[in-house]
Structure formats: structure tokens, C-alpha cells
């Protein structure tokens, strides 16, 4: 499962982190140099681990907690500093694009970090 996945050591600049998700590893939130201090804290209400999962356009994705069920998704531009947060409660959940467009669907809210916004 994915959550018996090991942490990698670390650290990681931005420019280290990969493109695509690691199939036998995880990067924790704490490993990534530049984190920005909500990042660091986006799983503390969870009490769930911090993981990278993938870029997204010019985003970074980030997620506290399991894939379905109680998670918090952090999205972070690196350039610019912006971030957007959704979270899922079991199938549905509540977030707001980097437009400000209010998306309750996962993979809307995704769309609009690749600048597909579809409320």
C-alpha cells in the first residue's frame, strides 16, 4: 500500500522533486527545502503525514492523509508563492482553484491547476 511506502532522506530542492509520483518511495512535506510553513502544517489537524504526489502544471501537489476518506490537498506554485487547498471528505470534498473558482470535485479542482477551470 501506498502509505507503507518509505520516506526518502532528503532534502529536495524544487528542481529535484519529479514530475510524476515515485511508485516505491514518498518525500515528505519536511524534506522539501522551500516548503512554505502552511505546507508544513497541512496535515497537523489530520495528524497525517505531509506527501508529495506530483507537478501539475506549474503546481506542486501535496496531500495529508489517505487517497479516499479524510485528506487535504496543498497545491504550491513555487515562482510565485500561490497556494490552493481542497479537501476530501470521502468521495466529496470542497476546495478553491487558483482562480478563486469554487470546485467541489477533485479532479475540477485539478483541471483549474492546469489553468482548465470548470466549476
Known amino acids: 500500500m501506498a ?13 529535484n522533486l519529479p514530475p510524476t509520483p515515485l ?4 518525500i515528505a512535506a519536511s524534506a ?3 516548503a512554505p510553513v502552511a505546507l508544513l ?3 497537523d489537524a489530520l495528524q497525517e503525514p505531509v506527501e508529495y504526489r506530483r507537478r501539475i502544471g506549474r503546481f506542486l501537489l501535496w496531500r495529508a492523509g489517505p487517497p479516499v476518506g479524510e485528506a487535504r ?12 487547498t481542497f479537501d476530501l471528505h470521502g468521495k466529496d470534498g470542497l476546495g478553491h482553484g487558483p482562480d478563486g473558482s469554487r470546485h467541489t470535485r477533485f479532479r475540477t ?5 492546469l489553468g482548465r477551470i470548470q466549476s
Open 73 to 84: 490537498y496543498l497545491a504550491v506554485d513555487p515562482e510565485s508563492g500561490q497556494t490552493v
Open 23 to 26: 511508485r516505491d518511495n514518498r
Open 41 to 43: 502544517h497541512l496535515g
Open 109 to 113: 479542482w485539478k483541471e483549474s491547476l
Open 32 to 34: 522539501w527545502i522551500e
Open 3 to 15: 502509505e507503507d511506502r518509505p520516506f526518502l532522506a532528503g532534502p529536495f530542492h524544487t528542481s
